[in-house]
Structure formats: C-alpha cells, structure tokens
C-alpha cells in the first residue's frame, strides 16, 4: 500500500523560538503562505508491508537514517492514532524535492508534512494531521494546508492546541504571485533549530517581539489577508521579516542570515515601492539568504523586469537560465530596454516565477516512488 504529499510554506508572520523543545511548542504564533507544490515542493511515498524489516528512507535518492527523534515522533503519534501496533517494522519512505537542492531550498517544512501526510494516508489516520507534522518540524504544521495559514501557538502543556488552521484557502486571492530570488551563498548555514535556541537564550528583543508585537501583527496580518490589502499585507511581511532578522542580530553571538545581495534585494524593493508611489512588492527572508518576493499580477511583469536586470545571470549564463518560466520571460522581453546590472552579475543564481499552492495531495499509484514489491525507491 502507498500513498503521498506535498507541500512548502513562507512565514509572512515568523515562527523563532520554542517555549518547549521537545514537543515543538513555540513562543508566538505565526502565519505562512503555501506556496504551489509544482514549483517548489516535496513528493513522498509510504508503504507498509509487514515481512519487510525495520524502518527505511531514502531522500532525494539517498538513504537516510530514520531513526532520529523528530521521525520517531512522528511515527509515534501516527501510531497512536491509527491503532497499529508496532511501527518499528515495515515502513519504507522515498521521497524528492521537486526543485534543485543546490539551490538551499530544501525545506524541512514541506518534507516533514508530505511525510505525515502520507504515513496519515496510509495508516488511514482521520482529522487534523498537522498536530504530527508540528512534532517533525513546527514550520512543517503550517503546510498542512493550503492557500494561507496561521500556526496558533496554544497554551496547553501537552501540545494538543497548537495547530495550523487556515486563513483563507488558497483559491483566495488568485491574483497574489511570488518571485524567489535563489540568492548565492557559500557560508555554511546555522541551523533554524539551533539559531532559535540561542535567541530565545540570549535576545531580550525576542521576548518582547513574542509578547507585545506578534499577537497584534497576526490579527492585523489576517485582516490583510481577508481583504486581499496588497499594501497592508506587504508591509506586514517586511517589518516582520526585518524584526526578526533583527532578533538574530540580538542573538549573542549574532547570528547572520541574510548577506549583501539580500540586503541590496532589500534596498531594491523599498526603491521599487517609491517610485511605484505605494507598496506593490513585498520581500521575507527565512533562515538563509534566498528572498521570496510577493506581488500581484498587474505588477507582476514590471517587477520581474526590473529585479532579472537589477541582480542579473552572471556573464555565462542567459536569461533563458534565470528566469525559467518561459510565459514571465517572453512578457519581460516584450517590455524591452533590459540592461543588465553588470556588478550585480551572478549574485542571484535564478528566479523561480511559483504561485499560492494547495496543501499535501494524493498522487496516482504510477507515480509512486516506492517499488511495492522490493520496497526499494523505484
Ligand atoms: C525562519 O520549522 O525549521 O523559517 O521547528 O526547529 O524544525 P524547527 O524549525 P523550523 O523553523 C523555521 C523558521 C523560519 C520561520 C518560519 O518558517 O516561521
């Protein structure tokens, strides 16, 4: 038996910070988009048969160990909530990312939920999944579903009210697009795990952020939503991302994320909006220095003109390998007059044109990962 999911998600609204490590339980509540599986996503296989032996996965065709705690966890309350009795036996799990790796995309949020969602799938595990999904990766809850999505943080002890609910499906403001700028970096990443536990140890900033700035931020930020307020919820979305890159400044030691192109993606964004004369573009950065841009269609082409020239394909590359959509390209080359900024040649590898996505689905059997009669990855 198999069965699979997908899914990715950007913080408009960060999570930084646990109030309890092992349960993943956060310090504030927080608010993503998910973003569509077809362009950035992750595709997971499960199947169960009992003669096979232990617990197996492969990632991006590599085997794994799948004996850590956050996997673990996972299994644990899949269990629990089917009824199977031992799941130490007989699971094997494939699963891809749909996108370069090279790139520093690969997202424990959407690999963790199309996890849960497929072991869900398959031990046929009703009603709310990212309860589980939350205990693999806490961002990982929020891909759960689709379209907008707020992480409510909850008070209970034991976790059990701290779970992804929807803000607004994903049908909601069609005309929303996002642009991610593949940022070129060759420093090694901290960790979010890690950088978080340090913040919440050290930054002062962090608490305040958590107690007096998020819970109004959330309200405010789903009332944008509601009302599909482009400037509203674009400048929501800077200040948060700013606040908490912020936070990781007030990290002792700092902790560094973002890196010149990513502050020049900034500044670019800010002039933008000025000359536009209000808020058309929205930048966020997680932790790492990639930039997701938001903004609507009626911008769209404008934006993506200016920001392909501004941080343009170095000398030996074309714009065909920038910018891969082919529709967004030809409409950028329909406006003419690009002229590529040449200091800026190579400092964003490629921009990937994606949309607001839906949560985990089922896939057809042919597109399986898992070869059901080895339980090898196909
Ligand atoms: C900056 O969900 O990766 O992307 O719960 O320790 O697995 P763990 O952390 P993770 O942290 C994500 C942090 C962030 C902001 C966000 O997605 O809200």
New binding site residues.
Partial sequence: MAREGRGS?I?VI???G?RDKKK?LPINS?L?VTLSPFDMGTCTSAAYNPSWKGVKLWLNGKEEDANTERIQNCLREIQARSGESDMKEGIRIVSTNNFPTAAGLAS??SGYACLVAALGGLFKVEGDLSVIARQG????CRSMYGGFVKWEMGKEEDGSDSIAVQVAPETHWPSLHALILVVSDEKKKVS??GG?EESVRTSKLLAHRAQAVVPDRMVRMEQAIKDKDFAAFGKLTMEDSNQ?HATCLDTWPPIFYLNDTSRAIIQFVHAFNEEMGQICAAYTF??GPNAVLFVEEANLVKLAHRVSAAFPPSKDKTLEDHLADDELRNKVQEVGGWEADQDMGGRVKYIIHTKVGCGPSALTEDESLIDLSSGLPK
Avoid at 137 to 140: H, L, M
């Fill in positions: 998600n913080a960060k999570y930084w646990k993943i927080s993503s424990s949020a990766s806490g961002s990982a979010s795990t978080m908490f997680d932790a």
